[in-house]
């Protein structure tokens, strides 16, 4: 956890070739890539995962736990997300896949849609609360979407939705139930997140929105999908505990499944990290002030859409709309009677006891001292000013803002810029020229001049 900060993307400078296609795509402008090799920089990476999914020569990846990790507990117990379900084709039932997680070593299962079911009620009942505030009212799910909120629009903080993830209101859950129901210390539990993006294992490692995590760890749907496929298959065994929720908890899953769970018609569904940047800028103008909620996911098409998944968004978005279409076949109209039906947790956990307050994470600090800072911002405007303007990411910066910010920090030159090498060394050819047009050309040699005329004369 460098500078104060636990990442799960990391950069393999051995595979890196400085093609700054990291740099470009990166919505908080976190990479550079200076000695022809990608580098992150710490207090701006909102591990959202573009740059993994960019990189085409598999320089970053995303770092999750092991399964053989679970080995060190006596019980473990897997939090699948909907997003897991997509990855199967709908005739897969749940009941398979929850058999080939037991065969990989867990002891319970305790379905994420379960407490997105809890979460959903808590945000509708939030919102009819919510009285003489900004609006709307932002999504607190996505921790990318969170961390871009500290780092670029945090101003925003006070309009996102205090309540809990569902992934950790399901670890608390089933951990304290666990406990209580086998007599185990918290120690001897291992509750483990099948993650489809780096950022939720971020979340776990460091959250910025729960004040103690109960999950252990993260598998990388993409890891474990193989290995699930591989030895699925059958009837849940009678002895393995399986907590399971409704069509409306497994919606969560893809792009306005928060609001349909919700109940809440008067929301956008905002998916994808450049898209949700630009709802964020408007938001933040004050523009959407006739929108009550925004569901944000920095995914596109939702969880489904992971950098950690492994199969396409596309198909997976048509298997869980699939699966919840036959899921519904055999549920009541209503909402709320569905969402019942699956809400039989006692004592479930309330967010009001486990979030904590989100705080800005300002990322361009030019300096502690507010003089220095000062005197440096106009350095910075005085070379921005001096610099092309096509943010063509040459220098290894993704701006020339950025790299202005750069060049006044010490960690970058002008010549940086290509332009403006370009122009140094015309300027220096010229002045090379002009030189050269200045030195006297010098007489020849005396002895030279005699072997000439010798040579002439016998001749």
Known sequence: MAGGYFHSIRLLRFQCQGCVTCVKACPT???????????????RCIDCGECLRRCGYHAIVAETD?????????????????????????????????EGLHRLGFDEIFDVAVASEYISLEIAAYLKNYNG????????????????????FPELIKQVVPVLPPTEAAAIYVKNEVMQRTGLKSEEIGVW?????????????????????????????????GKIL????????????????????????SYGGELEAAGIENGLAVHGINDVYDVLEQISLNKMRDVDYVECSACSGGCIGGPLTAENKFVAEKNLKLRLSIMRQNEPDDRLATMAQS????????????VKKLIPRPMMQLDDDILEAMKKFEKMEEVLRSLPGLDCGACGAPSCQ?????????????????????????????????????????SEPEEELLEDGESDAST
Request: glycine letters at 6%; aromatic letters at 6%; hydrophobic letters at 40%.
């Open 29 to 43: 402008e976190a990479i550079r890539v200076r000695n022809g090799k990608a580098e992150l920089i710490e207090a």
């Open 193 to 225: 997140f099948i993650a489809p993006c780096p950022s939720k294992n971020a979340n776990i490692r460091q959250s910025v929105d729960v004040r103690h995590t109960q999950i252990n760890g993260s598998l990388s749907i993409s890891e474990i999908y």
């Open 343 to 354: 809400m039989i947790c006692e004592d479930f956990p309330k967010s009001a006891s486990y």
């Open 133 to 152: 505030g900004r609006k709307p009212l932002i999504s607190c799910t996505c921790p990318a979407v969170l961390r871009l909120i500290q780092v670029k």
């Open 230 to 253: 591989k030895i699925m298959g059958g009837e849940i065994q009678p002895d393995k505990k399986v907590t399971a929720g409704s069509s409306y908890g497994m919606s969560w899953g």
């Open 402 to 442: 950025c790299l202005a910010e750069d060049i006044v920090q010490g960690k970058a030159n002008e010549i940086d810029c290509i332009f403006k090498l370009r122009s140094s060394v015309k300027r220096l050819a010229h002045g090379m020229l002009e030189l050269a047009k200045q030195i006297p050309i010098a």
């Open 66 to 98: 092991k399964l053989e990790e679970t080995e060190q507990f006596k019980y473990n117990i897997a939090l699948p997300p909907p997003s897991l379900y997509a990855q199967f084709p709908p005739e897969t039932s749940a009941a398979a896949i929850w």
